[in-house]
């Protein structure tokens, strides 16, 4: 097997005395989709808040093509080439679409290639195209989300980190993101998706966690796990 | 100053005092845009930013014993506006450094509080520098004023004789004065070169993106200490700007100056909407107005009980100020 794009050996996070991931070990290869499925509180944001460097890491490692960055800024681990699409979307409602997007390319100076790549998300998400000079506040909730990960793909990443996605939206509107990102990773993006809505997430990933109150559980291929009686009594509601 | 003009109204005076306002109220605002430009980042009521005027001033008193005779003095202006921001700049990054940046985890009441102690510490250093009673600048850097009041005063005593002209004479002799041209000549470009940097640099856009998610603003790769101290930088800009033309228009200086200009200026942000920059503008020039206005239609014991009635008044009606935003919580 090839050198994994990112791996956490064994991370420890705490907020305050509240220790919330207690030692978690995950791997992501090249140029798949792998999800970390779990239940309110089990962890999942703090895993990718993390490894973006927003919250410091008490104990273990993360490994980021073979580099350490859990004692890197966040804003370094960007320019590595690691962009989060956080939880709650977070764009910035006072800019206009088109600043919004020209934020996730801050760490560029490239201004054609910049202007290419916002034409970029605009193929992948047409809306964003009609909604450009609208500030960022002003959009629906699906449209803020095709925002989020269009601006996170601003800085043109190695792999793109997505915190609930389908989180209060229509189901028309889910199927949408999640071609997205599909047809993202067929062009060879890497992509570590945490996940409420675990059906889904499983059905386009290649590999899965399960992660319960800030422990790894269980770790399969997506498949086995879509099949696991465990996992569908838990998660999948079957 | 001579006779007030008590009561007396005439539009030709009150367009007088409404001018004073407005030029009192550029200067207020200038002060408020370092409340809210750091407030708008850090969610922190800086109360010392006032005391960083002080210091502005107290440095410009001190310059300006080296300064050289009139008209020499007026090559000595800009070199006053450029060393004194310069020096309030890099007085707000480290108080920032020292002081803030190590509380930025803590509950907000905290950092609150140190800024109160930093103000303290700060009023204190400029007792020490001029002592506690007021200091008046001696040079002479601007043209002087009385050949043009003396001349007016010829002109008022050849028409004693007749009331009606007198009447006319009398407001005219100082619609503006030199330090308020020096007052306007700075003021102006600075608010459009804040305007033009906030609203199109990509540093601008940094800072904006910064105070409204400062979490999505690091996964943006945005150094958000960076942007804090450059936050810093220029409230500490506009408070040396403010300082000098200040100084050089009033010409008395004392060490507590920077506790009332400081609470007018936080009133004037806040009455436009604390976080916002065109509503710090617009807050310093209606404080300013009902300063002056207050002052000769109320009496000068009124005015602090007319600007903060005012932002009384208008906290019950518009809580977020009059440009502010209303912060909507969104899960």
Same mark, same amino acid.
């Given at each position: 097997?090839?050198?994994?794009?990112?791996?956490?050996?064994?991370?420890?996070?705490?907020?305050?005395?509240?220790?919330?991931?207690?030692?978690?070990?995950?791997?992501?290869?090249?140029?798949?989709?792998?999800?970390?499925?779990?239940?309110?509180?089990?962890?999942?944001?703090?895993?990718?808040?993390?490894?973006?460097?927003?919250?410091?890491? /008490?104990?273990?490692?993360?490994?980021?093509?073979?580099?350490?960055?859990?004692?890197?800024?966040?804003?370094?681990?960007?320019?590595?080439?690691?962009?989060?699409?956080?939880?709650?979307?977070?764009?910035?409602?006072?800019?206009?679409?088109?600043?919004?997007?020209?934020?996730?390319?801050?760490?560029?100076?490239?201004?054609?290639?910049?202007?290419?790549?916002?034409?970029?998300?605009?193929?992948?998400?047409?809306?964003?195209?009609?909604? /450009?000079?609208?500030?960022?506040?002003?959009?629906?909730?699906?449209?803020? /989300?095709?925002?989020?990960?269009?601006?996170?793909?601003?800085?043109?990443?190695?792999?793109?980190?997505?915190?609930?996605?389908?989180?209060?939206?229509?189901?028309?509107?889910?199927?949408?993101?999640?071609?997205?990102? /599909?047809?993202?990773?067929?062009?060879?993006?890497?992509?570590?998706?945490?996940?409420?809505?675990?059906?889904?997430?499983?059905?386009?990933?290649?590999?899965?966690?399960?992660?319960?109150?800030?422990?790894?559980?269980?770790?399969?291929?997506?498949?086995?796990?879509?099949?696991?009686?465990?996992?569908?009594?838990?998660?999948?509601?079957? | 100053?001579?006779?007030?003009?008590?009561?007396?109204?005439?539009?030709?005076?009150?367009?007088?005092?409404?001018?004073?306002?407005?030029?009192m109220g550029?200067l207020f605002a200038l002060i408020a845009?370092g409340y809210?430009?750091?407030?708008?980042?850090?969610?922190?009521?800086?109360?010392?930013h006032g005391d960083v005027f002080m210091l502005g001033c107290?440095?410009?008193?001190?310059?300006?014993?080296?300064?050289?005779?009139?008209?020499?003095?007026?090559?000595?202006?800009?070199?006053?506006?450029?060393?004194?921001?310069?020096?309030?700049?890099?007085?707000?990054?480290?108080?920032?450094?020292?002081?803030?940046?190590?509380?930025?985890?803590?509950?907000?009441?905290?950092?609150?509080?140190?800024?109160?102690?930093?103000?303290?510490?700060?009023?204190?250093?400029?007792?020490?520098?001029?002592?506690?009673?007021?200091?008046?600048?001696?040079?002479?850097?601007?043209?002087?004023?009385?050949?043009?009041?003396?001349?007016?005063?010829?002109?008022?005593?050849?028409?004693?004789?007749?009331?009606?002209?007198?009447?006319?004479?009398?407001?005219?002799?100082?619609?503006?004065?030199?330090?308020?041209?020096?007052?306007?000549?700075?003021?102006?470009?600075?608010?459009?070169?804040?305007?033009?940097?906030?609203?199109?640099?990509?540093?601008?856009?940094?800072?904006?993106?910064?105070?409204?998610?400062?979490?999505?603003?690091?996964?943006?790769?945005?150094?958000?200490?960076?942007?804090?101290?450059?936050?810093?930088?220029?409230?500490?800009?506009?408070a040396?700007?403010a300082a000098?033309v200040f100084t050089?228009k009033i010409?008395?200086i004392d060490y507590l100056m920077g506790y009332k200009n400081g609470l007018y200026a936080f009133t004037a942000?806040?009455?436009?909407?604390?976080?916002?920059?065109?509503?710090?503008?617009?807050?310093g020039?209606?404080i300013g107005?009902?300063y002056?206005?207050?002052?000769?239609?109320?009496?000068?014991?009124?005015?602090d009980?007319?600007i903060?009635?005012?932002?009384?008044?208008?906290?019950?009606?518009?809580?977020?100020?009059?440009?502010?935003?209303?912060?909507?919580?969104?899960?």
């Amino acid at each position: 097997m090839s050198q994994p794009i990112l791996e956490l050996k064994g991370v420890h996070t705490s907020y305050g005395v509240i220790e919330v991931l207690k030692g978690i070990s995950i791997k992501v290869e090249p140029k798949q989709i792998v999800t970390v499925i779990g239940a309110n509180g089990a962890g999942k944001t703090t895993t990718l808040m993390t490894i973006s460097g927003c919250v410091p890491i /008490q104990k273990g490692e993360i490994l980021f093509n073979g580099q350490p960055i859990h004692r890197t800024p966040a804003h370094q681990i960007l320019k590595m080439g690691l962009a989060q699409s956080p939880e709650g979307r977070k764009i910035f409602p006072r800019l206009t679409v088109k600043e919004n997007l020209e934020m996730g390319a801050f760490t560029r100076n490239d201004k054609a290639g910049i202007q290419q790549d916002i034409e970029k998300a605009y193929h992948l998400f047409p809306i964003l195209k009609d909604r /450009q000079k609208q500030l960022g506040g002003t959009l629906s909730g699906g449209e803020q /989300q095709m925002l989020a990960i269009a601006r996170a793909l601003m800085s043109r990443p190695k792999m793109l980190l997505l915190d609930e996605p389908s989180l209060g939206l229509a189901p028309m509107i889910i199927l949408k993101i999640f071609d997205a990102i /599909q047809e993202l990773n067929r062009e060879g993006m890497s992509v570590l998706l945490v996940e409420q809505n675990a059906r889904l997430a499983l059905k386009i990933a290649h590999w899965g966690y399960v992660l319960e109150t800030g422990t790894v559980t269980m770790s399969a291929a997506a498949q086995e796990l879509l099949h696991d009686p465990r996992v569908q009594a838990a998660y999948l509601g079957e | 100053m001579d006779l007030c003009l008590f009561a007396e109204f005439s539009f030709q005076s009150l367009s007088q005092y409404v001018l004073n306002g407005l030029l009192m109220g550029a200067l207020f605002a200038l002060i408020a845009l370092g409340y809210t430009l750091v407030y708008g980042i850090i969610e922190l009521v800086n109360f010392a930013h006032g005391d960083v005027f002080m210091l502005g001033c107290v440095l410009t008193y001190f310059l300006c014993m080296f300064a050289p005779e009139y008209p020499t003095s007026l090559i000595f202006i800009p070199l006053l506006l450029l060393i004194v921001p310069i020096c309030c700049s890099l007085l707000n990054i480290t108080i920032n450094y020292l002081v803030y940046r190590p509380l930025r985890k803590a509950p907000r009441l905290v950092p609150l509080v140190s800024a109160l102690g930093v103000s303290f510490v700060l009023i204190n250093v400029g007792q020490m520098a001029i002592g506690t009673s007021p200091k008046s600048i001696q040079a002479q850097l601007l043209p002087s004023e009385t050949n043009q009041s003396s001349a007016n005063r010829e002109t008022e005593n050849a028409t004693r004789s007749n009331e009606a002209s007198e009447e006319l004479t009398r407001p005219r002799r100082s619609w503006l004065t030199w330090a308020d041209i020096l007052l306007i000549g700075t003021v102006i470009p600075a608010m459009t070169g804040l305007a033009l940097l906030v609203k199109f640099t990509k540093i601008g856009k940094a800072m904006r993106a910064t105070a409204q998610n400062p979490i999505a603003a690091r996964l943006m790769g945005i150094n958000v200490e960076f942007v804090i101290a450059l936050t810093f930088a220029l409230g500490g800009i506009f408070a040396g700007l403010a300082a000098v033309v200040f100084t050089l228009k009033i010409t008395t200086i004392d060490y507590l100056m920077g506790y009332k200009n400081g609470l007018y200026a936080f009133t004037a942000a806040v009455v436009g909407g604390v976080g916002s920059i065109p509503g710090a503008v617009l807050g310093g020039i209606l404080i300013g107005l009902i300063y002056s206005l207050g002052a000769v239609y109320i009496g000068g014991a009124w005015v602090d009980a007319c600007i903060f009635g005012t932002l009384i008044i208008l906290l019950v009606f518009r809580p977020s100020g009059i440009l502010g935003t209303r912060v909507r919580e969104k899960v």
